[in-house]
C-alpha cells in the first residue's frame, strides 16, 4: 500500500505563487516518474509537470517558464512551485508516482503509478 498526500493549495491572485508537496508514504522500494497533473472543471486530467528519477522534467506548455517541479528523494516528495499563477491554472492538481514496492520476493508497480487526493488551486482575476 501507498499514500500520496498532497499540501499547498489555496486561493491566490493572478501574479501570486503557490508551491504544491506531495509526500509519498508506505511500501516503497524506489520511486521512478513524479508528476504533477491537473483538471479544470468541464476538462480532462492533463500532465502539468513530471520529473523522473535522473532529475530530467518536461512541462506543459502553458506552464514553461512559471512553474517548476523537483524532488526530494530523501524525502519521497515532489514540489510544484507555481509562479506568475493565471486564471486559467485554476483546478484540482494531483500528484503521480511511479512507486516500485516490494512485496512476498516480487517488485511491482501499480498500473498507471499511484494518486494523490487532490488539492484545489484557485487563481482570481
Known amino acids: 500500500q501507498v499514500q500520496l498526500v498532497e499540501s499547498g493549495g489555496g486561493l491566490v491572485q493572478a501574479g501570486g505563487s503557490l508551491r504544491l508537496s506531495c509526500a509519498a508514504s508506505g511500501n516503497i522500494f524506489s520511486i521512478n516518474a513524479m508528476g504533477w497533473y491537473r483538471q479544470a472543471i468541464g476538462k480532462q486530467r492533463e500532465l502539468v509537470a513530471a520529473?523522473?528519477?535522473?532529475?530530467?522534467?518536461k512541462y506543459a506548455d502553458s506552464v514553461k517558464g512559471r512553474f517548476t517541479i523537483s524532488r526530494d528523494n530523501a524525502k519521497n516528495t515532489v514540489y510544484l512551485q507555481m509562479n506568475s499563477l493565471k486564471p486559467e491554472d485554476t483546478g484540482v492538481y494531483y500528484c503521480?508516482?511511479?512507486?516500485?514496492?516490494?512485496?512476498?520476493?516480487?517488485?511491482?508497480?501499480?498500473?498507471?503509478?499511484?494518486w494523490g487526493q487532490g488539492t484545489q488551486v484557485t487563481i482570481s482575476s
Open positions: 503521480n508516482m511511479e512507486v516500485q514496492q516490494y512485496s512476498g520476493g516480487y517488485y511491482f508497480t501499480s498500473p498507471g503509478g499511484s
Open positions: 520529473v523522473n528519477s535522473g532529475g530530467s522534467t
